[in-house]
C-alpha cells in the first residue's frame, strides 16, 4: 500500500498544507537497525503493516575470511521473499567491498547500500561506516568498483561528515559520479553518534549540489514532519525512518495501530520460539521487539514486560495486556 494515502487523509483534515501529488510519490524506506530490524521483524511489518516502500537490512560485514553467517542468514533470498529488501554492506576499501558484493550478489541480489555513516569507533576508527567519509582514496576506488558492477543497482547510506560537515560537501563530486539511485543523508556528523539535532542546513547544501535523487533521514517521528521536509527540500525523493517506526510500526498505514503491534508480536514471538534456543536468547529478541515500543503500553505493564526475566513471566506480562493476549 503507497503510504500516501493516510498522508493525504491528514491532510484533508487540515494538518500540514502538503500536496496530494507529492505525497503520493513519496519513496519511504524502513531504515536498518542493527538488532531491531532482522529479517523476521522486516517481514512481519511488511505483512502486518506495510506502506513502505523499501526495507534496508542491517549491514553485512566481513569477519575472518568470509562474510559474518549471521549476516548472510539476514539477508537468505528465499527468508526475504515477499519483502522489498535492499542488503547493505559495510567495508572500508574496494577489496572489501567486492567481496562483500559477490557474497551478496552470489545470494541473488542485484540491489546493495553501501553504508557510510555507521559511527560505532570500531568501525571508524577501521575507516567503515562514517570513517570512510575521511578516506578520499577509498571512496574513489568503491565508485570505480561500482561503475563495474553494472548489473547491481547501488544506493549509499551517508552522514554528512565525521568530524565537519565539510567532508560531505568535499565528497560531493564523487558522490555524484558514483552510478546511485540515490543517497541517503543522515544529517549528522560521525562523531556525534546520535546527540543533537539533524542539521537541515547541512543537508540543504549538500541536496542542492547533489545530482542523484535523495532520501532524508534522522529523527522523523510523524507524518506532520514528513510534510514538513518535503516542503523544505522541494524534489526530496523520500524519507528513510528508523526509531519512529519502530515505536510506531502503523505510521504510514491506517490499520489499528493495536491489531498492527499484536500481528507482528505474533510473528516475531512464533519465529523467536522456533528458531532461537533458551530462554535467554528468545527474551533478549522479545525485549528488543519492545524496546522503542512504548506508546501503546501503559508503563506497568511496559515495565513487567521488559523486566522479565523468564518466557512464564514474559508471557504472563504480555497476557495482562488490555485484557488478552497480544
Ligand atoms: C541501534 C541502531 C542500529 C543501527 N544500525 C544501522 C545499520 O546497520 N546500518 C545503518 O546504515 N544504520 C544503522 N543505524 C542508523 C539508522 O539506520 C538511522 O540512520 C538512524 O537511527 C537515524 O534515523 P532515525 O532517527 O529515523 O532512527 C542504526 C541506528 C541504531 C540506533
Same mark, same amino acid.
Given at each position: 500500500?503507497?503510504?500516501?494515502?493516510?498522508?493525504?487523509?491528514?491532510?484533508?483534515?487540515?494538518?500540514?498544507?502538503?500536496?496530494?501529488?507529492?505525497?503520493?510519490?513519496?519513496?519511504?524506506?524502513?531504515?536498518? !537497525?542493527?538488532?531491531?530490524?532482522?529479517?523476521?521483524? $522486516?517481514?512481519?511489518?511488511?505483512?502486518?503493516?506495510?506502506?513502505?516502500?523499501?526495507?534496508?537490512?542491517?549491514?553485512?560485514?566481513?569477519?575472518?575470511?568470509?562474510?559474518?553467517?549471521?549476516?548472510?542468514?539476514?539477508?537468505?533470498?528465499?527468508?526475504?521473499?515477499?519483502?522489498?529488501?535492499?542488503?547493505?554492506?559495510?567495508?572500508?576499501?574496494?577489496?572489501?567491498?567486492?567481496?562483500?558484493?559477490?557474497?551478496?550478489?552470489?545470494?541473488?541480489?542485484?540491489?546493495?547500500?553501501?553504508?557510510?555513516?555507521?559511527?560505532?569507533?570500531?568501525?571508524?576508527?577501521?575507516?567503515?561506516?562514517?570513517?570512510?567519509?575521511?578516506?578520499?582514496?577509498?571512496?574513489?576506488?568503491?565508485?570505480?568498483?561500482?561503475?563495474?558492477?553494472?548489473?547491481?543497482?547501488?544506493?549509499?547510506?551517508?552522514?554528512?561528515?565525521?568530524?565537519?560537515?565539510?567532508?560531505?560537501?568535499?565528497?560531493?563530486?564523487?558522490?555524484?559520479?558514483?552510478?546511485?539511485?540515490?543517497?541517503?543523508?543522515?544529517?549528522?556528523?560521525?562523531?556525534?553518534?546520535?546527540?543533537?539535532?539533524?542539521?537541515?542546513?547541512?543537508?540543504?547544501?549538500?541536496?542542492?549540489?547533489?545530482?542523484?535523487?535523495?532520501?532524508?533521514?534522522?529523527?522523523?517521528?510523524?507524518?506532520?514532519?514528513?510534510?514538513?521536509?518535503?516542503?523544505?527540500?522541494?524534489?526530496?525523493?523520500?524519507?528513510?525512518?528508523?526509531?519512529?517506526?519502530?515505536?510506531?510500526?502503523?505510521?504510514?498505514?491506517?490499520?489499528?495501530?493495536?491489531?498492527?503491534?499484536?500481528?507482528?508480536?505474533? $510473528?516475531?514471538?512464533?519465529?523467536?520460539?522456533?528458531?532461537?534456543?533458551?530462554?535467554?536468547?528468545?527474551?533478549?529478541?522479545?525485549?528488543?521487539?519492545?524496546?522503542?515500543?512504548?506508546? !501503546?503500553?501503559?508503563?506497568?505493564?511496559?515495565?513487567?514486560?521488559?523486566?522479565?526475566?523468564?518466557?512464564?513471566?514474559?508471557?504472563?506480562?504480555?497476557?495482562?495486556?488490555?485484557?488478552?493476549?497480544?
Amino acid at each position: 500500500m503507497n503510504p500516501a494515502g493516510v498522508e493525504c487523509d491528514e491532510n484533508r483534515r487540515g494538518r500540514q498544507p502538503v500536496s496530494y501529488l507529492i505525497m503520493e510519490s513519496l519513496y519511504i524506506a524502513f531504515a536498518p !537497525l542493527q538488532g531491531y530490524t532482522d529479517c523476521v521483524y $522486516r517481514k512481519a511489518h511488511c505483512e502486518v503493516a506495510g506502506g513502505v516502500d523499501e526495507y534496508y537490512t542491517p549491514f553485512v560485514r566481513l569477519e575472518g575470511e568470509g562474510v559474518r553467517k549471521k549476516d548472510m542468514r539476514d539477508i537468505d533470498f528465499r527468508c526475504n521473499a515477499g519483502v522489498p529488501t535492499v542488503p547493505q554492506v559495510i567495508a572500508r576499501d574496494r577489496e572489501e567491498f567486492a567481496r562483500l558484493c559477490d557474497a551478496v550478489q552470489a545470494e541473488g541480489w542485484n540491489r546493495i547500500d553501501l553504508n557510510m555513516g555507521c559511527p560505532f569507533p570500531m568501525q571508524v576508527k577501521a575507516g567503515r561506516g562514517s570513517g570512510l567519509l575521511q578516506q578520499e582514496a577509498h571512496i574513489r576506488e568503491i565508485a570505480e568498483e561500482m561503475q563495474w558492477r553494472n548489473d547491481v543497482v547501488f544506493s549509499v547510506k551517508m552522514r554528512i561528515g565525521q568530524e565537519s560537515a565539510e567532508e560531505g560537501m568535499y565528497l560531493l563530486p564523487i558522490v555524484n559520479e558514483m552510478p546511485l539511485q540515490h543517497v541517503v543523508l543522515h544529517p549528522r556528523l560521525g562523531k556525534q553518534q546520535y546527540k543533537g539535532i539533524p542539521d537541515k542546513e547541512a543537508f540543504g547544501r549538500f541536496f542542492e549540489g547533489c545530482r542523484h535523487p535523495m532520501v532524508y533521514n534522522g529523527d522523523v517521528v510523524s507524518s506532520e514532519q514528513i510534510g514538513a521536509i518535503v516542503e523544505a527540500f522541494p524534489g526530496l525523493k523520500g524519507v528513510m525512518v528508523g526509531r519512529g517506526l519502530l515505536a510506531r510500526p502503523w505510521l504510514f498505514t491506517d490499520k489499528d495501530p493495536m491489531a498492527v503491534l499484536r500481528g507482528m508480536h505474533e $510473528r516475531v514471538y512464533q519465529y523467536a520460539c522456533e528458531t532461537l534456543q533458551g530462554d535467554s536468547q528468545i527474551l533478549a529478541r522479545l525485549h528488543a521487539f519492545w524496546e522503542y515500543q512504548n506508546t !501503546l503500553l501503559d508503563k506497568k505493564q511496559y515495565k513487567a514486560i521488559m523486566k522479565s526475566g523468564s518466557l512464564r513471566r514474559y508471557d504472563e506480562a504480555v497476557l495482562g495486556f488490555r485484557g488478552g493476549r497480544l
